[in-house]
Each structure stands twice: as C-alpha cells, then as structure tokens.
C-alpha cells in the first residue's frame, strides 16, 4: 500500500522539517515515528480509523512539543508528548478527533470536512483554526516563530510593559505570517483585525475581520469584534449588523450582551426594538449592566466603566449608577509596605495570547 500517495518521506511535511532543523534546539521537538501497530491499537481505542494526513503524520513524527509546550500534538507511543486517547472528551462530536492542546487549555481537532478547529478551555465555544492540518502546523510555527530570537530566548520587545500582552506589532507580524502559511485560517485573520484595531488602523481591522467572517461564519465573535472596529469608525450600521449577527449566532445570555452592544451603535428608529429583544432573551440584562458599571468604577478603570456605562444607556437612556464609597484600609501595624516584586519574564510553558481578549459586555 503506497501511504505517500507518490510523494517520498523525505517530501512529506517537508516545510515543517525544515523548521525542525532549522529552529534552535527545543524550540520544536518530534518524538520518533509511530508503529503501525501503535497506529492500530489507537484506531481500535478510539473506534475509528485515524484522518489519512494525521496518520501520515504520526509515521514521521509521534506528536510534538511546539514551542515550548505552547501547543502539544498528540501521538499514540508511550514517549508521545501527550497520548491521542487523553485528550478525548465525553462530548466530542463523532465527526471530530482531538489531537492537540494548548498551554492555555485550547484543544484543536480535525472535523469530518479536515479542517482544524478551536475549542476554547473549559467552554463549547467552535472557531476554525486552520483550512487543513498540514497549513494548521506551518501556521502555528511560523506564528510563534515570531516570538523568538536565535538564541531560542523571547526576543525583545515583544511584549508590552506589563509582560503579559504581545504588542499590537508583534501580534500583527504574527496573524499575517501565520495567514502565509494558511490563507483560510480564520482564527489568524480574527487576530489579524484585533491587532490592526490596536494600532488604530480602524478601516484596515474592518476589512481584516469581514474576512475573518466570510472564513468562519458561523463563528459569533469575529462578528463582534468587527462590529466594535465598526463602531469606533463610525460606521454605524455595519456594527448594528455585525452585532446582530453575532447575537443570533450565540442564542444564550450572552447573546443579549451582544444585543446591546447592537442598541448601542443602532439609529434612534432601530434601538427601542433591538432594546427590547435584548431584555426579552435576558431579564437580568439591566441589573448585570448596573453591577458592571458599579464593578468598573470601584476597581478604577476608566476604560470598562465607559463602556459598561454606555451598554447601560442604550438599555435604560438616562439612567446612572453612582458607585458606592470604598471604605479607607485601615493598617494593624504602622511598618512599612513590602517593596514590589521585581517584574518576572514570562515562562515559556505559557506565553501570553497573542491576539487581544474578548470583551462580550
């Protein structure tokens, strides 16, 4: 049986060798290739044959630590990074195979159409990552690559001063070097806008999210982000539509957040009939609005309470929410404070997220 399909070993995944040898040690390791009797016993355990391009795969490499633990591909060997058969959930869909994790607790699987996609940790949440598995692992090297230098160290100056964000350039460099390797990559399109609305480029992160919508649209939050660079544009009726879309895509709780936000950015003659839907599908929308703005302002942040404050006005116009006083600290003991602790590198088990938080309220 030709497994190559006419291609020499040697060929196959030939971008991602390269990158192997080329990279500084540790950067990427590959475990040595999968037996076909290893293959056979995992097909048997998961009750069912493995994908053809992630079994070609296991026979070069069995699973794979990129980057230092940021993203761990599963193999079926004992010395596998992690095994194929513990990363299997209850509620995965029979279409899907699990075969890799993230440090930040992200799982990626093949679906029946051999694409990659995301689950974020600890929710349902389903973004398309990658437009196959060969594009998916050139993509996230060469994303990741980005962060390093070649003595295999962070690189400097790729986080913000905090050390807990990649800068908006850094993160634009890595979104547009991921979508080289990967054009349909959705996930890396979405990150791509996030970054353009952080160095205030607002027409470029429109175009750059309508295409991360276009790539996944059945996908709730690339609809919202490219309704809040909407908004910040002025364009007013793009952001209603795409907050719309996002509310109809996401039919929980949050979707009535999502409504909101579309009341917020709504004409006058729009916003009482997107107003009322939204407390129709959440009663508690008012209260939550109420606590946020209260929540913002008793923790000093400026940037939440403005927008937790203009959610409020476009659910309930006129309405303020006066925060209540912090009672002053009062010391037991009159010694001095500790000095702040010296700022730590972060540790490369678990690099920042890249592409920008989520903000649903």
Known sequence: MNRRRGREPEQFFDHFRRAVARLPAGLIRVMPPASETELAAAAAALGRELPAVYGEFLRSFDGADLFHETVLVAGVGAGAPVRL???AQPGDRPDELTFAVAAAGERYA????????????GADERALAGSAFGPWLDATVAREQVLYGPDGEY????FDPSGEEVTPVVALRQAERALKQDPGAAGAAHARGVALRRLGRLAAAVGALKEATALDP??????FDLGRV???DEQRAEATAAFRRAAELDPGPEGARLLAWAT????PHEAAALRALALARDPGLLEAL???VAAAAEDDDPDERAEAAALLEAIAPGEVVVPRRRLPIVRESAAPPPPP?????????????SGGRRRGA
């Open 85 to 87: 058969a513990e990363l």
């Open 110 to 121: 093949l679906d029946g159409d051999g694409r990659v996609v995301r689950y974020d940790a």
């Open 155 to 158: 690189a400097p100056d790729v």
């Open 218 to 223: 059945e996908n709730p939050w690339p609809w």
């Open 230 to 232: 909407a908004l910040e």
């Open 264 to 267: 917020r950015a709504a004409a």
């Open 290 to 292: 109420r606590r946020a």
């Open 341 to 353: 602790a010296r700022p730590r590198r972060p540790h490369p088990a678990a690099p920042p997220r």
